[in-house]
């Protein structure tokens, strides 16, 4: 989409193995979405889709935080704990469209025995808050291969830093915060 710049970072685990991840936010969406006789209608001013598009060779243990939000004109990726230790990271405000990459390292603090309950996401360019509404949970056990994820959806607070050194506000920013562990 032309002037709309997305995030894309090489994450190396080692000489031969690395992930390559595309997070592409606040993308605009539009059209209809009908559920039996309930139809609902996306307005490109107020919706919006996040792409998330990844290649490589992942670790066969792997646990990772990220989260996501989109307002008109903002928004904001966040990650952590996949990344820690490489040199990569997959942080970033996006105003207008453009980029402003965060090269820090985060601090994820959430409940692990309430999901519900405020998380906080900081750093040196980053003091969110994220407000979960609703938990979805993913579980799968299969002895040698296992995924479980805590996805939360709800409303961001606080404030990122752009490149310039200014301030921008968070505050009503509509997305997501997960904790994932998988083994593949």
Same mark, same amino acid.
């Given at each position: 989409m032309p002037g709309h710049d997305s995030l894309g970072v090489v994450v190396p685990w080692g000489r031969r193995r690395f992930q390559y991840t595309v997070k592409d936010l606040g993308r605009p969406v539009r059209g209809r979405l009908t559920l039996g006789s309930r139809e609902v209608t996306f307005d490109a001013s %107020?919706?919006?889709?996040?792409? /998330?598009? @990844?290649?490589?060779?992942?670790?066969?243990?792997?646990? #990772?935080? #990220?989260?996501?939000?989109?307002?008109? @004109?903002?928004a904001v990726q966040l990650g952590g704990r996949w990344t820690d230790g490489t040199g990569s990271t997959e942080n970033a405000l996006f105003v207008d469209g453009r980029m402003h990459k965060i090269g820090d390292d985060l601090v994820w603090e959430y409940d692990r025995t309430d999901w519900l309950r405020p998380w906080r996401i900081t750093g040196p360019r980053v003091e969110a808050g994220f407000h979960p509404a609703h938990v979805r949970t993913a579980r799968t056990n299969l002895l040698v291969v296992s995924g479980d994820t805590r996805q939360c959806f709800g409303d961001f607070t606080g404030r990122a830093q752009a /490149? /310039? @050194?200014?301030?921008? %506000?968070? /505050?009503?920013?509509t997305g997501w915060a997960e904790e994932a562990r998988n083994r593949w």
């Amino acid at each position: 989409m032309p002037g709309h710049d997305s995030l894309g970072v090489v994450v190396p685990w080692g000489r031969r193995r690395f992930q390559y991840t595309v997070k592409d936010l606040g993308r605009p969406v539009r059209g209809r979405l009908t559920l039996g006789s309930r139809e609902v209608t996306f307005d490109a001013s %107020d919706s919006f889709a996040v792409l /998330d598009h @990844g290649r490589g060779k992942w670790r066969y243990s792997v646990s #990772w935080n #990220w989260a996501a939000g989109c307002a008109p @004109g903002r928004a904001v990726q966040l990650g952590g704990r996949w990344t820690d230790g490489t040199g990569s990271t997959e942080n970033a405000l996006f105003v207008d469209g453009r980029m402003h990459k965060i090269g820090d390292d985060l601090v994820w603090e959430y409940d692990r025995t309430d999901w519900l309950r405020p998380w906080r996401i900081t750093g040196p360019r980053v003091e969110a808050g994220f407000h979960p509404a609703h938990v979805r949970t993913a579980r799968t056990n299969l002895l040698v291969v296992s995924g479980d994820t805590r996805q939360c959806f709800g409303d961001f607070t606080g404030r990122a830093q752009a /490149d /310039d @050194g200014t301030w921008v %506000d968070l /505050d009503g920013l509509t997305g997501w915060a997960e904790e994932a562990r998988n083994r593949w």
